[in-house]
């Protein structure tokens, strides 16, 4: 006697529709959470990852944190770019930007709502260290002149971050004259001018950092060990996609943290569905298990095609998550950056990675749903199964 | 009486399926209610604002800081009661896990102008007496077990060095809603400190903490203050406490609108399961239904059992849930102490919890209900499981 038909599976399924659909549609729902928050986590890495690039190296103040709270004054900042490490650009420049980050208050288009936003001043070589910025539109800004560019994202959502607007601080009004693109990375969340200007305006006589590209990647754990150990400097020297990486550490883990316990509660309640949808079916059922039994299919054969029916509805579930999930890939989430306080815009990002992992948790719940009312099934006596009615 | 039996009879004749639907109700609302919390537990510091406190910052942004001369001409402003001054630090108590804020303030103003903080009288002339004291919440205590009199050392980002200071006092909040894990310690401490290492950076105020004589004055004096500043190199912005903390929450929006919205999606996912329970329960039925109608029983007869049905296993499922919502929240809170210092049930989330649960067994029974209104009694003798 050979197998009962996967056909048998898949018509049972269609026979009950309404219960299919019902099942199927909680089970999709936990995929699609599953799946979001996973693609919401690895948006934020790939973004953070991006914005940083190996071969770069940045200093900043020893014990700070973030760019923000750091400062480096002329004199160490000199030192620092005597490294003989430094690569040189193509005009014989050598490589190293001297940088001054801070945080200004803007309101939001449509709602109004302030937000922090990263301010960058910036000299011409901070292009050069990171490629992964273009300009976009408009022109580049003039150095010397009050005139500053705007990330995509930051052009977009906040008031006077678009071409041709201002924004005042510092007593001064800085016209937006450019927009750049960064890709997927946190560049795209700041805003750019020129550093002397910038300090000048602010009243900071200290950088915030000082980043230079790395002739050989391979170097940094000595340039590291010979910046640390200067008795002259207090700094902290970190390669730039760590430093990157720390700063959403915090974030990072709350994602998980509330990932993983969303995950697990919702799962618990697909289940329980896909399990009270296979009972309901064995239990209907009763009349024809004996009569499959009675025509001489194993007990194994049975527990397989409700295995099959229950893995059939987990898959539907699965399929249909990552459907809903896909769309998510057009929505950017911008937030506070619980460690930086300023505002980073990432957006969700599918991988064949959380394709998997989102197919095999479906898979899972399926399985658990219905191993039980399968072995129920397989277990049933012929002569009893054929008499219930 | 003999209809209410009934319902419980029809409700508990398939023990298993309707006890994991029981529980998966219950898994459901305690998820919901956690969710709430979290988003609740996130307007914690909006709650415990007072109105008549005023935060007057730099405009451009937070990490500006302002003279210490404008302590003296914000005092004069009409309206304005008490005046503290106050920095963020930013310290860290050995290792970046161990998250609390910290801040350097005027001890005497600022004391006076948080009265929600009670600390024992002796423990507070303590920590005004002596230079180098903190004043730490009783959560922040209990979790390093700091005692009165101990040395803590924290490690400055925004002020760089070790600094140590002597635990002198530990508040209470006066309500369940205010923050316990603040830690407190003198301005003139920071100062004198920078004076030496960092002179640059000495006699600059993160925020001043305002105190005024009654609410109403609070957009008043916030313009005056303002107006004072304006054109000047450090531009101020005041506003009230509530909106100064709701901006920290407005920039993080994104995340509790995402909370929100997934602890509809939970609701939701019940929603199909319980359908699905009762679906199964009336088509299993449908014979009985018609019998019913055959003696005569009448349409809305039979929707009201099978809505009965749904709400007994839905009520028994929330309340199951409700129940199970405060020890989860305790534990969960405890483990999240980090993010929320401030983690309790609301009972407005209860209501909430309450309304879901029904709503769910409502929407449950419309389908089924419906198609046994429908059926014609024939067709529903006729039909099989």
Same mark, same amino acid.
């Given at each position: 006697m050979g197998k009962i038909p996967f056909s048998y599976s898949i018509r049972n399924l269609w026979t009950r529709r309404l219960t299919t659909v019902l099942t199927v549609l909680g089970m999709a729902l936990v995929v699609f959470v599953f799946a979001s928050i996973l693609m919401l986590a690895e948006g934020l890495k790939k973004t953070l990852v991006e914005t940083g690039s190996y071969d770069n190296c940045i200093v900043i103040r020893k014990g700070s944190d973030s760019e923000v709270q750091s400062g480096i004054d002329r004199l160490s900042a000199s030192i620092v770019e005597t490294q003989p490490e430094i690569a040189i650009g193509l005009n014989g420049d050598r490589l190293v930007v001297r940088e001054l980050v801070v945080l200004i208050n803007l309101p939001k288009r449509g709602s109004n709502k302030p937000s922090n936003v990263v301010i960058r001043g910036t000299t011409e070589n901070s292009l050069m260290l990171r490629p992964q910025v273009k300009l976009a539109a408009g022109r580049m800004p003039r150095p010397g002149s009050s005139e500053i560019m705007a990330g995509q994202s930051i052009a977009r959502r906040f008031r006077g971050g678009g071409i041709g607007e201002s924004l005042h601080f510092g007593m001064r009004d800085w016209t937006v004259v450019g927009i750049f693109d960064a890709g997927n990375t946190g560049f795209s969340s700041e805003i750019w001018g020129d550093v002397d200007q910038l300090m000048q305006a602010f009243r900071r006589p200290v950088y915030s950092s000082v980043t230079f590209k790395l002739n050989n990647a391979a170097d940094f754990d000595k340039v590291k060990l010979r910046l640390e150990n200067d008795p002259r400097l207090t700094i902290e020297a970190k390669r730039e996609s760590v430093f990157y990486e720390e700063q959403s550490k915090v974030m990072a883990k709350f994602l998980r943290v509330l990932g993983l316990s969303l995950? /697990? /509660?919702?799962s618990a309640g697909a289940t329980i569905g896909a399990m009270i949808t296979m009972y309901a079916a064995v239990a209907n059922r009763t009349n024809e298990i004996g009569t499959l039994r009675a025509l001489g299919f194993q007990r194994r054969n049975i527990l397989t095609a409700f295995l099959m029916e229950?893995?059939?509805?987990?898959?539907?579930?699965?399929?249909?998550?990552?459907?809903?999930?896909?769309?998510?890939q057009l929505i950017t989430i911008s937030t506070m950056n619980f460690q930086t306080f300023a505002e980073l815009a990432f957006s969700f990002?599918?991988? #064949?990675? #959380? #394709?998997?992992q989102s197919m095999f948790f479906s898979l899972i719940m399926g399985f658990v749903g219905g191993v039980l009312p399968a072995v129920r099934a397989s277990r049933m006596n012929i002569v009893d199964a054929l008499r219930a009615s | 009486m003999f209809i209410l039996k009934l319902i419980f009879k029809n409700a508990f004749r398939h023990k298993l399926r309707t006890w994991l639907t029981i529980l998966g109700i219950a898994v459901a609302i305690l998820a919901f209610g956690l969710l709430r919390t979290v988003v609740s537990a996130w307007y914690a510091g909006v709650e415990a604002s007072s109105a008549t406190r005023l935060v007057t910052r730099n405009a $451009?942004?937070? $990490?500006?800081?302002? =003279?210490l001369s404008y302590e003296e001409q914000i005092s004069h402003v009409q309206g304005v009661k008490i005046v503290a001054r106050a920095n963020w630090f930013g310290g860290i108590y050995i290792?970046?896990?161990n998250f609390f804020p910290n801040f350097a303030v005027e001890p005497k103003n600022y004391?006076?102008?948080?009265p929600e903080f009670v600390i024992p009288p002796d423990q507070q002339d303590a920590f005004i007496r002596d230079r180098k004291a903190a004043l730490a919440g009783r959560k922040i205590a209990d979790k390093y077990h700091w005692k009165i009199g101990d040395t803590i050392t924290l490690k400055g980002t925004i002020f760089p060095g070790n600094w140590e200071f002597v635990l002198r006092a530990i508040y209470h909040g006066r309500d369940k809603s205010d923050d316990e894990t603040e830690f407190l310690f003198h301005w003139d401490y920071l100062n004198e400190t920078l004076k030496k290492t960092a002179s640059l950076r000495a006699d600059q105020v993160g925020f001043y903490m305002i105190g005024i004589k009654n609410p109403g004055l609070a957009a008043e004096v916030s313009q005056t203050v303002d107006r004072m500043f304006k054109n000047s190199l450090a531009e101020t912005l005041t506003e009230t406490e509530k909106a100064f903390a709701l901006g920290f929450i407005s920039m993080s929006e994104a995340i509790v609108v995402a909370i929100q919205l997934v602890s509809f999606v939970v609701i939701i996912i019940i929603m199909a399961v319980m359908a699905n329970t009762m679906a199964m329960t009336a088509r299993e039925r449908l014979g009985e239904y018609a019998v019913f109608k055959t003696l005569g029983f009448g349409g809305a007869h039979l929707a009201g059992l099978i809505f009965g049905e749904s709400m007994v296993i839905a009520v028994i499922g929330g309340a199951a849930g409700i129940a199970a919502t405060f020890p989860v929240a305790k534990a969960f809170g405890e483990a999240m102490g980090d993010y929320f210092p401030v983690f309790n049930v609301a009972a407005a989330t209860i209501y909430m919890d309450i309304a879901a649960a029904l709503l769910v067994g409502?929407?449950?029974? $419309?389908? =089924?209900?419906?198609?046994?209104?429908? $059926?014609?009694i024939a067709d529903g003798l006729r039909s099989i499981g």
């Open positions: 995950t /697990i /509660i919702f229950s893995l059939l509805l987990g898959l539907a579930g699965g399929c249909t998550g990552l459907f809903l999930a896909s769309f998510m990002s599918l991988t #064949i990675k #959380i #394709i998997y | $451009i942004s937070l $990490i500006f800081t302002l =003279p290792d970046e896990k004391l006076s102008l948080v409502l929407v449950a029974a $419309i389908v =089924p209900a419906w198609r046994c209104v429908r $059926i014609r």
